[in-house]
């Protein structure tokens, strides 16, 4: 059985940082690329950022480039998401998922490129 579990979310000010994790449990985590969702009250699950099966290539939504750092750690079957610069549109529920089989990251920025997520962790940015 699949499992995702992430954590680190939580209430923080314009300008500061958080880290999420995920860990990740009954796959080969090394075999998937990996991505990070947000969604917000009201809107649509969006794309923030996705990491190649090794780590050695990243994609980012226009909206956290150069604010996050996705990265992901094999040996421990994990993926994370450094979050620098907060804003208060930041402010989401942030799931991580593993691509389907064969999905290939470049093109990794839908939901439907996805079959397993986490259950979300809260990030709160307060002005």
């Known amino acids: 059985q699949v499992q995702l579990v992430e954590s680190g979310g939580g209430l923080v000010q314009a300008g500061d940082s958080l880290r999420l994790s995920c860990a990740v449990s009954?796959?080969?985590?090394?075999?998937?690329?990996m991505g990070w969702f947000r969604q917000a009250p009201g809107k649509e699950r969006e794309f923030v950022a996705a990491i190649s099966r090794s780590g050695g290539i990243t994609y980012y939504a226009d909206s956290v480039k150069g604010r996050f750092t996705i990265s992901r750690d094999n040996a421990k079957n994990a993926v994370y998401l450094q979050m620098n610069s907060l804003k208060p549109e930041d402010t989401a529920i942030y799931y991580c998922?593993?691509?389907?089989?064969?999905?290939?990251?470049?093109?990794?920025?839908?939901?439907?490129?996805?079959?397993?997520w986490g259950q979300g962790t809260q990030v709160t940015v307060s002005s």
């Open positions: 998922a593993t691509t389907k089989s064969g999905t290939v990251v470049a093109y990794a920025r839908s939901t439907l490129d996805y079959d397993y």
């Open positions: 009954g796959r080969t985590f090394s075999r998937y690329a």
